[in-house]
Nanobody
Framework: VQLQASGGGLVQAGGSLRLSCVVS??????????MAWFRQAPGKERDFVAQ????????HYADSVKGRFTISRDKGKNTVYLQMNSLEPEDTAVYYC????????????WGQGTLVTVSS
């Protein structure tokens, strides 16, 4: 599985951005995959943001983004999205998309990252 993330940029606090992650794998093969977004702020460790089960669409979020971010997937476009609303300066980070097989615990495939900067 190869991942290509895009959509980052500079936005003012309170604004919105949508990140995209194109997955280069046959849609049928993704049925047992979990897709996720992580982020890494300057000087900090990489943190989990949100995940979605490709086949059923079940989602899970970090507490810090619940109610503001929405993860989704478009099977027809082999793309995972992260809609980010009510952005805060604390959301500034490099955002990475990732994938793992549902029966594995570690995310083994990673995209290259896209920078999101939220100004106050």
């Amino acid at each position: 599985v190869q991942l290509q993330a895009s959509g980052g940029g500079l936005v003012q606090a309170g604004g919105s951005l949508r990140l995209s992650c194109v997955v280069s794998e046959r849609t049928r093969a993704l049925g047992n995959y979990i897709m996720a977004w992580f982020r890494q702020a300057p000087g900090k460790e990489r943190d989990f943001v949100a995940q979605v089960f490709w086949s059923r669409g079940d989602t899970h979020y970090a507490d810090s983004v619940k109610g503001r971010f929405t993860i989704s997937r478009d099977k027809g476009k082999n793309t995972v999205y992260l809609q980010m609303n009510s952005l805060e300066p604390e959301d500034t980070a490099v955002y990475y998309c990732a994938a793992r097989f549902r029966f594995q615990t570690e995310f083994g495939a990673w995209g290259q990252g896209t920078l999101v900067t939220v100004s106050s």
